[in-house]
């Protein structure tokens, strides 16, 4: 973990990991305010963690003044609970993200859609609880006298916020990968892909000067990053409806998607993946491209426009 200064206060916590692309760590952003105090971005995956960013900050003689959680996921919020014991900060996220890091049993919940298996309970999807203080919408916000901009990049999470400091630093959390992470990845979690379009677009248009991704680091083609997100967005909507020219079941799809994209899949990452697959296949439904049904007791998805799926699967090879 190190401290890297991007422009005016604005500096990142960088995990190598996240900037390799491990999923259970997640870089940091850090604005540092005139009187030593700071506004942390996300604060990290665990109390190791956030003991860490704590340590770098305090090396600095800074101090925590509040926390600004992108989304609920335990890599971005697992350190909430441990610097807010230390320091009483007070945390800014969504009315959403807010839900689920006060209360973090719903992520295993909605995970596996009841009470979950104890293997869902971890810290890989449920961090130690914390107190929300500030419930955000997007727009200004102004953080011990200082003027933030707040963006709306729900579609990772559903009330994903990016950040953007008054130096025109955008962190954008987990709403775009870097190129690099989807050469070795290609995949994109998502609980809602309709609003994650919407997201792009409002990147698209975010007059940001840098731009700061939690899994990727600094950005320095943003045009190409954006770009990179794009199409991996567009060939997994067409491989899902390549899969179900012939109808078939999610089960059958999750094994085929992580096949055709060289996914290796254990148990924690095949329920992501299936919430991912989940969320495609609601994108596809709500626009009239697919459909779904009931054969033999079985819940099957099939694609509306067929002759489109029939060139895809030519590409994809047998079903």
Same mark, same amino acid.
């Given at each position: 973990m190190k401290l890297r200064h991007i422009k005016g206060g604005t500096y990142a916590i960088e995990n190598e990991n996240a900037c390799a692309g491990f999923s259970d760590s997640a870089s940091s952003g850090l604005y540092v305010f005139a009187d030593g105090r700071c506004l942390l971005i996300d604060s990290g995956a665990n109390p190791a963690q956030a003991q860490g960013i704590l340590a770098l900050? @305090?090396? #600095? !003689?800074?101090s925590v003044y509040a926390i600004f959680n992108t989304h609920a996921h335990a890599d971005h919020c697992g350190g909430n609970r441990f610097i807010q014991e230390k320091s009483s900060c007070r945390i800014y996220a969504s009315a959403i993200e807010a839900a689920f890091i006060n209360h973090p049993v719903l992520t295993p919940y909605t995970m596996f859609s009841a009470c979950p298996p104890k293997l869902l309970t971890g810290k890989f999807f449920m961090p130690q609880a914390s107190r929300v203080s500030h419930i955000? /919408? &997007?727009g200004k916000l102004q953080v011990n006298r200082k003027r933030f901009t707040i963006f709306d990049l729900a579609g990772h999470s559903p009330g994903h916020l990016g950040i953007m400091t008054p130096d025109q630093v955008l962190f954008? !959390?987990? #709403? *775009?990968? =870097?190129? @690099?992470? /989807?050469?070795?990845? &290609?995949f /994109?979690? /998502?609980?809602? =892909? !309709? +609003? +994650?379009? @919407? #997201? *792009?677009?409002?990147l698209k248009d975010a007059r940001c000067d840098q731009l700061y991704l939690a899994h990727g680091g600094l950005m320095e083609d943003i045009a190409g990053v954006m770009k990179a997100n794009e199409t991996i967005f567009q060939t997994m909507v067409d491989n899902i409806k390549a899969m179900i020219a012939v109808p078939r079941s999610r089960e059958a799809i999750i094994q085929e998607i992580a096949a055709w994209h060289g996914l290796q899949v254990n148990r924690n990452h095949y329920f992501r993946l299936g919430n991912s697959i989940a969320a495609f296949l609601s994108f596809l439904c709500n626009r009239g491209q697919a459909k779904f049904y009931m054969e033999g007791n079985l819940l099957l998805y099939q694609v509306q426009d067929k002759g489109e799926g029939r060139v895809f699967c030519k590409q994809l090879g047998p079903n």
């Open positions: 900050m @305090e090396a #600095s !003689g800074w955000i /919408l &997007p954008a !959390g987990d #709403s *775009l990968i =870097s190129r @690099e992470i /989807l050469d070795a990845n &290609p /994109l979690y /998502l609980a809602d =892909s !309709g +609003q +994650q379009l @919407e #997201s *792009l677009a409002r």
